[in-house]
């Protein structure tokens, strides 16, 4: 009898934790989907308010890397609140920022309170015709797609994004399609970090990328069936026929910062 009380509690213990995780993995889920609905509409101020005190938290974007608290404000609040929504907290008429996100890949660290999430992003974006007279980016349609590999914290009981490393792979301009579009034609990469450039970032980081760059975001958990981490070569993108030593080294999710 004894021996199978025993093994009730372990098997309710092992419950336990797998229920947690699976809560946590559902909190982390509806928190980065939330995110999104948040920025299609331009709620700036609730989505800063979705990102930890920490004093290591951190926004990687387009090239820049925004540090603590006051970093990601100035990306949300100081800079796209300021150019596509005039300064104000909610969409503006006839502009568009829809953000879809999907294909969520979520794991929760052995401490319970950190977790990785990879993310797909879709975003279709423009201004209506109505108003190409009188909102700064005219008349504009585009699509982008992109990658996020997110890092999680749960401050206080509550999960909260953590670092957040967006990785573009590409803009389309949606009449000419993606395989015309040019570097830099919708957003150009930060080359000014704050306080020379107001709304800047804290630092420049070194890896930059954008279509027709195609090199893998690596991926934050290994393979589900071998146990084993992609290659850093397998990660590069050579062109068509030439050796991946002429190629682009591969991206990396530890920080990097640009020098010089």
Sequence with gaps: MASEIEELKQLVQKLSKEVTRLSDEAEIKKLHFKYGYYLDKCL??????????????????IGGRYRRKAGVKRLYVDRFASRFVAGRNGPVHGFLLDHAQMQDVITITPSGDRANGRFRALMSA???????????RGFVQWWEGGVYENEYIKENGMWKVFRLKYFPFWHADFERGWSNKEIGEFVPFDTVTWPENESGPDEIVEQCMLWPDTRVVPFH????????VVKDEDLRAPEFGKPVESSLPALSLAESKKLG
Aim: aromatic share 14%.
């Design 126 to 136: 423009g201004t209506h015709k109505s108003v190409q007279d009188t909102h700064p």
């Design 221 to 228: 958990y290994a393979h589900p069936v071998t146990g084993e």
């Design 44 to 61: 700036y101020e609730e989505v800063l308010d979705l990102y930890a005190d920490h004093p290591d938290t951190y926004v990687e974007f």
